[in-house]
């Protein structure tokens, strides 16, 4: 990876050791711009552990933090991660970046994107993703004039000093996906299962239950970025949810049915709020039901349940995502009062073919 000097500024990866800095560096940045994490926001939040994680990113090829460096100061910062499963992973969500207030307008936004694009196409990527204020005119300058282009706006992104304000997603892609694109597909429920379903939270406990589900599921129809050989072992599974169902901002409802001795999951719908305090009003959803037990209502009972803990939150929207080829979830999404917010094209290769990806929201 290329270190680029312009006069006095290096532009370089972050080490675990430069993390004091850069959390100060982020800090002051918070405090100079509107469009970045509540001043204070990121020490509290985001810094403790920033060492470990920085570590495992730069060991595991999964994500990179750039710096910009001039008189032995952190002027300016981008991070960036790659998608986290094999069908995502050439794809670059860039996370963070920000530029000290005295440094903009000279080149150190350019230079952080050359690093991280050079970056992105060392792992082989074929796509860089960002979001970014509407209102931030120097920002959309910066990301225009670096290929970057605008796939749809995201309304209500941010409530900013009590005002509600729109984001844009944008794209670059760094190479073209030669594959076909998936045609719409229509997929006719399985077997039918009659045995009877009852719905109650997730529990740690369900570890095994869910790790099942999950590689049942992804097995079954060509609609999902996540494959069976990406569910992590039980051990693994059980270890996040002791952390994740702590979480106040989080639902999780299973649909239950009997096997044997014992029950499996047949459907589960999970919901998260955004994690940024400037976008709590605003949750990710996700339901999903074995093919065996389509049209039998699960997945409406689902939907209903997180729509009532989405109003008991006060959210203002709800946000899922999938592909365009599905046309079974995109007329359910419509059903429950969602619509289409944008798509972006080529996302994924999934069994061979070139997927879109569709964001669709539900205002509450």
């Not at 939907?303 to 592909?323: H, K, P, S, Y």
Request: aromatic share 8%.
């Amino acid at each position: 990876m290329r270190k680029v000097k312009q006069n006095d500024l290096t532009v370089r990866r972050a080490a675990p050791a430069d993390v004091p800095a850069l959390d100060q560096a982020i800090a002051r940045i918070d405090e100079e711009t509107e469009f970045l994490a509540k001043p204070g926001e990121y020490l509290r939040r985001w810094a403790p552990g920033f060492a470990e994680r920085l570590k495992e990113l730069n060991e595991k090829g999964t994500g990179a933090y750039f710096l910009a460096v001039a008189g032995g100061e952190v002027i300016g910062f981008l991070g960036a991660y790659a998608g986290p499963v094999e069908r995502t992973r050439g794809v670059v969500y860039i996370a963070h970046v920000g530029v000290r207030e005295k440094w903009r307008g000279r080149g150190v936004g350019a230079a952080l994107f050359a690093a991280i694009e050079d970056w992105a196409r060392a792992q082989r990527a074929w796509r860089l993703d960002l979001r970014v204020d509407t209102k931030n005119a120097r920002g959309l300058a910066l990301y225009k004039k670096r290929g970057f282009a605008v796939e749809g706006r995201i309304v209500d992104g941010a409530l900013r000093e009590g005002v509600w304000c729109d984001h844009f997603l944008m794209a670059k892609a760094l190479r073209p996906l030669a594959e076909l694109a998936w045609e719409p597909l229509e997929l006719e429920s399985g077997e039918r299962a009659r045995d009877e379903v009852s719905f109650r939270p997730l529990r740690v406990e369900d570890a095994g239950l869910l790790r099942a589900f999950q590689r049942t599921l992804l097995g079954e129809t060509p609609f999902l970025l996540t494959q069976p050989q990406d569910v992590p072992d039980e051990a693994a599974v059980t270890k996040a949810l002791g952390e994740s169902l702590k979480e106040p901002g989080r639902f999780d409802l299973v649909a239950v049915a009997g096997h044997g001795d014992g029950e499996r999951i047949v459907g589960h719908a999970n919901a998260e709020r955004e994690a940024g305090t400037r976008m709590r009003h605003n949750a990710y959803l996700s339901t999903h039901v074995l093919r065996d037990y389509w049209r039998r209502g699960i997945g409406r009972r689902l939907a209903a349940e997180v729509d009532a803990w989405a109003r008991e939150q006060r959210l203002r929207r709800i946000t899922g995502l999938m592909q365009a080829h599905n046309t079974r979830a995109l007329r359910f999404a419509t059903a429950w009062g969602f619509r289409q917010e944008l798509v972006s094209p080529r996302y994924a290769v999934v069994e061979g073919k070139a997927v879109d990806r569709v964001r669709v929201v539900k205002f509450l």
